[in-house]
Protein backbone atom coordinates (compact mmCIF):
# COMPACT_ATOMS: atom_id res chain seq x y z
CA UNK A 1 0.00 0.00 0.00
CA UNK A 2 1.30 3.40 -0.85
CA UNK A 3 2.84 5.40 1.98
CA UNK A 4 1.06 8.71 1.59
CA UNK A 5 1.56 10.06 4.24
CA UNK A 6 5.42 9.53 4.45
CA UNK A 7 5.32 10.98 0.50
CA UNK A 8 3.70 14.24 1.94
CA UNK A 9 6.06 14.82 4.46
CA UNK A 10 9.32 13.92 1.68
CA UNK A 11 7.19 16.62 -0.90
CA UNK A 12 7.65 19.15 2.01
CA UNK A 13 11.40 18.85 1.75
CA UNK A 14 12.16 18.87 -1.86
CA UNK A 15 12.06 22.27 -4.31
CA UNK A 16 10.93 19.37 -7.15
CA UNK A 17 7.21 18.37 -7.66
CA UNK A 18 5.35 15.64 -5.58
CA UNK A 19 1.99 15.44 -6.21
CA UNK A 20 -1.27 13.42 -5.86
CA UNK A 21 -4.05 11.78 -7.80
CA UNK A 22 -2.17 13.89 -11.17
CA UNK A 23 -4.03 13.14 -14.31
CA UNK A 24 -1.74 11.49 -16.87
CA UNK A 25 -4.11 11.46 -20.26
CA UNK A 26 -1.95 14.85 -21.62
CA UNK A 27 1.63 13.60 -21.00
CA UNK A 28 1.43 11.16 -23.76
CA UNK A 29 0.65 11.19 -27.62
CA UNK A 30 -2.57 8.89 -27.74
CA UNK A 31 -3.87 11.23 -25.11
CA UNK A 32 -5.23 8.70 -23.01
CA UNK A 33 -5.55 7.73 -19.73
CA UNK A 34 -6.23 8.05 -16.05
CA UNK A 35 -4.49 9.11 -12.85
CA UNK A 36 -1.73 8.06 -11.23
CA UNK A 37 -1.45 7.76 -7.30
CA UNK A 38 1.39 10.25 -6.95
CA UNK A 39 3.73 11.96 -9.78
CA UNK A 40 7.18 13.25 -8.65
CA UNK A 41 9.33 15.35 -11.14
CA UNK A 42 12.83 15.85 -9.26
CA UNK A 43 14.20 18.59 -9.65
CA UNK A 44 18.10 17.29 -8.84
CA UNK A 45 19.74 14.40 -9.04
CA UNK A 46 19.79 14.62 -4.89
CA UNK A 47 15.92 14.80 -5.22
CA UNK A 48 16.06 11.58 -6.87
CA UNK A 49 18.64 9.52 -4.82
CA UNK A 50 16.77 10.62 -1.93
CA UNK A 51 13.32 9.37 -2.94
CA UNK A 52 14.81 6.10 -4.15
CA UNK A 53 17.02 5.66 -0.98
CA UNK A 54 13.55 6.29 1.05
CA UNK A 55 10.74 5.04 -1.34
CA UNK A 56 12.22 2.35 -4.03
CA UNK A 57 12.16 -0.94 -2.51
CA UNK A 58 8.61 -0.02 -1.10
CA UNK A 59 6.58 1.74 -3.98
CA UNK A 60 5.72 1.09 -7.31
CA UNK A 61 7.00 3.60 -10.38
CA UNK A 62 7.23 4.24 -14.09
CA UNK A 63 9.70 6.61 -15.68
CA UNK A 64 7.69 8.86 -17.96
CA UNK A 65 9.76 9.74 -21.06
CA UNK A 66 8.21 11.90 -23.73
CA UNK A 67 5.35 9.49 -23.80
CA UNK A 68 5.54 9.02 -27.55
CA UNK A 69 5.20 5.18 -26.87
CA UNK A 70 2.81 4.44 -24.06
CA UNK A 71 -0.65 3.63 -23.53
CA UNK A 72 -1.98 4.30 -20.39
CA UNK A 73 -5.15 2.58 -18.52
CA UNK A 74 -7.84 4.70 -17.77
CA UNK A 75 -7.86 3.45 -14.11
CA UNK A 76 -5.83 4.51 -11.29
CA UNK A 77 -1.72 3.56 -11.26
CA UNK A 78 -1.00 2.47 -8.10
CA UNK A 79 2.30 3.76 -7.50
CA UNK A 80 4.61 6.92 -8.31
CA UNK A 81 5.02 8.34 -12.00
CA UNK A 82 8.38 9.56 -12.07
CA UNK A 83 9.20 12.52 -14.85
CA UNK A 84 12.70 13.78 -15.42
CA UNK A 85 12.86 16.95 -16.24
CA UNK A 86 15.17 19.75 -17.56
CA UNK A 87 17.85 19.35 -15.20
CA UNK A 88 18.17 15.94 -16.37
CA UNK A 89 18.47 17.03 -20.06
CA UNK A 90 21.48 18.93 -20.35
CA UNK A 91 24.16 17.80 -23.10
CA UNK A 92 27.52 18.27 -23.62
CA UNK A 93 30.48 17.44 -25.97
CA UNK A 94 33.48 15.56 -24.87
CA UNK A 95 36.87 15.29 -27.22
CA UNK A 96 36.49 12.36 -30.13
CA UNK A 97 33.05 13.12 -31.29
CA UNK A 98 31.85 12.00 -27.96
CA UNK A 99 28.39 13.44 -26.59
CA UNK A 100 27.15 13.02 -23.34
CA UNK A 101 23.38 13.65 -23.16
CA UNK A 102 20.39 13.47 -19.87
CA UNK A 103 18.38 10.67 -20.47
CA UNK A 104 15.29 13.56 -21.07
CA UNK A 105 17.08 15.26 -23.64
CA UNK A 106 15.04 14.53 -26.74
CA UNK A 107 16.17 12.56 -29.38
CA UNK A 108 15.46 15.85 -31.83
CA UNK A 109 17.93 17.74 -29.70
CA UNK A 110 20.12 15.62 -29.46
CA UNK A 111 20.49 14.98 -33.05
CA UNK A 112 20.42 18.53 -33.55
CA UNK A 113 23.52 19.09 -31.16
CA UNK A 114 25.56 16.55 -33.14
CA UNK A 115 24.81 18.34 -36.41
CA UNK A 116 25.85 21.90 -35.19
CA UNK A 117 29.28 20.18 -33.80
CA UNK A 118 29.51 18.35 -37.05
CA UNK A 119 29.13 15.14 -35.93
CA UNK A 120 27.41 12.89 -38.28
CA UNK A 121 25.83 9.34 -37.44
CA UNK A 122 23.17 10.47 -34.77
CA UNK A 123 21.31 11.74 -38.23
CA UNK A 124 18.31 9.09 -37.70
CA UNK A 125 17.21 10.72 -33.97
CA UNK A 126 15.80 13.31 -35.31
CA UNK A 127 13.28 10.96 -36.85
CA UNK A 128 12.33 9.73 -33.37
CA UNK A 129 9.50 11.41 -31.02
CA UNK A 130 11.10 10.08 -27.80
CA UNK A 131 13.60 10.92 -25.18
CA UNK A 132 17.46 9.20 -24.88
CA UNK A 133 15.77 7.67 -21.92
CA UNK A 134 13.26 5.95 -23.62
CA UNK A 135 15.69 4.73 -26.87
CA UNK A 136 17.86 3.22 -24.30
CA UNK A 137 15.41 0.88 -22.58
CA UNK A 138 13.84 -0.24 -25.88
CA UNK A 139 16.82 0.12 -28.66
CA UNK A 140 14.97 2.86 -30.56
CA UNK A 141 15.89 2.86 -34.42
CA UNK A 142 14.83 4.00 -37.61
CA UNK A 143 16.57 4.09 -41.37
CA UNK A 144 18.88 0.95 -40.31
CA UNK A 145 20.28 2.48 -37.94
CA UNK A 146 19.55 1.82 -33.77
CA UNK A 147 20.78 3.28 -30.25
CA UNK A 148 23.37 0.50 -29.88
CA UNK A 149 25.33 1.44 -32.88
CA UNK A 150 26.45 5.22 -31.28
CA UNK A 151 26.33 4.33 -27.47
CA UNK A 152 29.38 4.24 -25.27
CA UNK A 153 27.95 3.95 -21.94
CA UNK A 154 24.78 4.42 -19.67
CA UNK A 155 25.02 6.46 -16.32
CA UNK A 156 21.85 4.95 -14.47
CA UNK A 157 20.74 4.97 -10.96
CA UNK A 158 18.99 1.72 -9.22
CA UNK A 159 16.09 1.02 -6.53
CA UNK A 160 18.13 1.80 -3.65
CA UNK A 161 19.98 5.26 -5.35
CA UNK A 162 22.85 3.54 -5.62
CA UNK A 163 24.51 5.04 -9.45
CA UNK A 164 26.82 3.31 -11.78
CA UNK A 165 28.05 3.53 -15.71
CA UNK A 166 27.44 0.60 -17.55
CA UNK A 167 29.58 0.35 -20.47
CA UNK A 168 27.69 -0.67 -24.23
CA UNK A 169 29.85 -3.57 -24.47
CA UNK A 170 28.32 -4.67 -21.94
CA UNK A 171 24.81 -4.80 -22.39
CA UNK A 172 23.18 -6.84 -25.22
CA UNK A 173 21.36 -5.43 -27.41
CA UNK A 174 18.71 -6.67 -29.98
CA UNK A 175 16.03 -5.29 -31.79
CA UNK A 176 14.01 -3.37 -29.71
CA UNK A 177 15.01 -4.41 -26.29
CA UNK A 178 18.10 -4.63 -24.50
CA UNK A 179 19.37 -6.88 -21.41
CA UNK A 180 19.23 -4.33 -18.91
CA UNK A 181 17.47 -4.51 -15.31
CA UNK A 182 14.19 -3.43 -15.48
CA UNK A 183 14.44 -1.13 -12.38
CA UNK A 184 17.15 0.93 -13.27
CA UNK A 185 16.45 4.62 -13.93
CA UNK A 186 18.73 5.90 -16.86
CA UNK A 187 20.51 9.15 -15.68
CA UNK A 188 22.54 9.88 -19.17
CA UNK A 189 24.42 8.71 -22.00
CA UNK A 190 27.74 8.91 -23.98
CA UNK A 191 27.28 8.75 -27.68
CA UNK A 192 30.13 8.92 -30.01
CA UNK A 193 29.60 9.72 -33.79
CA UNK A 194 32.15 10.75 -36.67
CA UNK A 195 33.31 14.17 -38.13
CA UNK A 196 31.15 14.96 -40.90
CA UNK A 197 30.41 18.20 -42.67
CA UNK A 198 27.23 20.15 -41.27
CA UNK A 199 25.85 20.64 -44.70
CA UNK A 200 25.82 17.28 -45.19
CA UNK A 201 24.38 16.41 -42.05
CA UNK A 202 21.18 18.35 -42.34
CA UNK A 203 20.68 17.56 -45.77
CA UNK A 204 20.19 14.14 -44.89
CA UNK A 205 17.83 14.93 -41.80
CA UNK A 206 15.84 16.60 -44.90
CA UNK A 207 15.97 13.14 -46.56
CA UNK A 208 14.78 11.08 -43.71
CA UNK A 209 12.22 13.53 -42.57
CA UNK A 210 10.77 13.87 -45.63
CA UNK A 211 10.84 10.09 -46.06
CA UNK A 212 8.86 9.72 -42.19
CA UNK A 213 6.19 12.72 -43.14
CA UNK A 214 5.83 10.70 -46.62
CA UNK A 215 5.18 7.46 -44.87
CA UNK A 216 3.64 8.49 -41.69
CA UNK A 217 1.36 10.41 -39.63
CA UNK A 218 2.38 13.57 -38.32
CA UNK A 219 0.42 16.05 -35.89
CA UNK A 220 -2.37 13.39 -34.98
CA UNK A 221 -2.73 11.36 -31.24
CA UNK A 222 -1.03 7.98 -32.08
CA UNK A 223 1.42 5.88 -29.86
CA UNK A 224 3.73 5.73 -32.95
CA UNK A 225 4.56 1.99 -34.16
CA UNK A 226 1.83 -0.40 -32.31
CA UNK A 227 3.79 -3.45 -32.91
CA UNK A 228 7.69 -4.84 -33.69
CA UNK A 229 8.66 -6.74 -37.04
CA UNK A 230 8.69 -9.95 -36.78
CA UNK A 231 12.10 -10.67 -37.82
CA UNK A 232 13.14 -13.91 -36.24
CA UNK A 233 9.68 -15.04 -37.82
CA UNK A 234 9.38 -14.08 -41.27
CA UNK A 235 11.51 -11.07 -43.71
CA UNK A 236 7.73 -9.40 -43.84
CA UNK A 237 6.86 -5.64 -41.81
CA UNK A 238 4.49 -5.67 -39.71
CA UNK A 239 2.77 -3.17 -41.86
CA UNK A 240 2.18 -5.96 -44.26
CA UNK A 241 1.07 -8.62 -41.94
CA UNK A 242 -1.54 -6.31 -40.76
CA UNK A 243 -2.46 -5.22 -43.86
CA UNK A 244 -3.04 -8.63 -45.30
CA UNK A 245 -5.67 -9.72 -42.26
CA UNK A 246 -7.62 -7.01 -40.73
CA UNK A 247 -9.67 -4.57 -42.85
CA UNK A 248 -8.22 -1.40 -42.84
CA UNK A 249 -11.26 0.79 -41.52
CA UNK A 250 -11.65 -1.55 -38.57
CA UNK A 251 -12.71 1.10 -35.49
CA UNK A 252 -13.31 0.59 -31.80
CA UNK A 253 -14.95 3.66 -30.75
CA UNK A 254 -12.61 6.62 -31.61
CA UNK A 255 -9.60 4.38 -31.82
CA UNK A 256 -8.85 3.42 -35.45
CA UNK A 257 -5.92 2.40 -37.83
CA UNK A 258 -4.01 5.41 -39.77
CA UNK A 259 -4.99 5.22 -43.30
CA UNK A 260 -1.19 6.55 -44.32
CA UNK A 261 0.66 3.66 -42.46
CA UNK A 262 -1.12 0.26 -40.55
CA UNK A 263 1.21 0.06 -38.09
CA UNK A 264 0.16 3.49 -36.74
CA UNK A 265 -2.89 3.55 -34.24
CA UNK A 266 -5.13 6.54 -33.65
CA UNK A 267 -7.48 8.40 -31.24
CA UNK A 268 -8.98 9.87 -33.48
CA UNK A 269 -10.82 12.39 -30.74
CA UNK A 270 -11.87 10.77 -27.43
CA UNK A 271 -10.47 7.05 -27.71
CA UNK A 272 -10.77 5.54 -24.35
CA UNK A 273 -8.06 3.26 -23.02
CA UNK A 274 -10.53 0.32 -23.64
CA UNK A 275 -10.78 1.16 -27.44
CA UNK A 276 -7.20 1.32 -28.44
CA UNK A 277 -6.93 -1.87 -26.37
CA UNK A 278 -9.63 -3.85 -28.22
CA UNK A 279 -7.76 -2.43 -31.45
CA UNK A 280 -4.58 -3.66 -30.90
CA UNK A 281 -6.01 -7.38 -28.65
CA UNK A 282 -8.26 -7.09 -32.15
CA UNK A 283 -4.99 -6.66 -35.25
CA UNK A 284 -2.53 -8.78 -33.17
CA UNK A 285 -5.30 -11.54 -32.94
CA UNK A 286 -6.01 -11.60 -36.64
CA UNK A 287 -3.04 -11.58 -37.85
CA UNK A 288 -2.00 -14.76 -36.04
CA UNK A 289 -5.30 -16.19 -37.00
CA UNK A 290 -4.82 -15.70 -40.92
CA UNK A 291 -0.32 -15.82 -41.31
CA UNK A 292 0.33 -17.69 -38.25
CA UNK A 293 2.73 -15.12 -36.85
CA UNK A 294 2.49 -14.00 -33.76
CA UNK A 295 3.05 -10.15 -33.34
CA UNK A 296 4.52 -8.10 -30.44
CA UNK A 297 3.46 -4.70 -29.51
CA UNK A 298 6.54 -1.94 -29.31
CA UNK A 299 3.87 0.18 -27.64
CA UNK A 300 4.41 -0.17 -23.81
CA UNK A 301 1.49 -0.96 -22.32
CA UNK A 302 0.87 0.37 -18.12
CA UNK A 303 -2.01 -0.76 -16.08
Known amino acids: MMQIDKLENFSKKIKGKLVFNYDLKKSN ?3 IGGKTKAYFKPESL ?40 KNFSNISLLPSKTIVAGSATSDKNLSAFASENN ?21 SGCFKKEFKDILVSVQAIDRTGKITTIQ ?11 DLDKNLIFLSASFKGEFKEKNEI ?12 YTQPTKIKTGGSTFKNPIKQTDKKVWELI ?13 EISNKHCNF ?11 MKNLIDFVKENVKLKTGINIETEIEIIQ
Open 202 to 213: QEYIKVIKNKKD
Open 29 to 31: WFN
Open 46 to 85: NELVSFLREFGKTEKFFILGAGSNILINDGVFNGVVIKLG
Open 243 to 255: KKSVPLDTKFGDA
Open 168 to 178: ASKINFSYRQN
Open 119 to 139: IGGLEFLSCIPGTVGGGLRMN
Open 265 to 275: FVNKNNATFKD
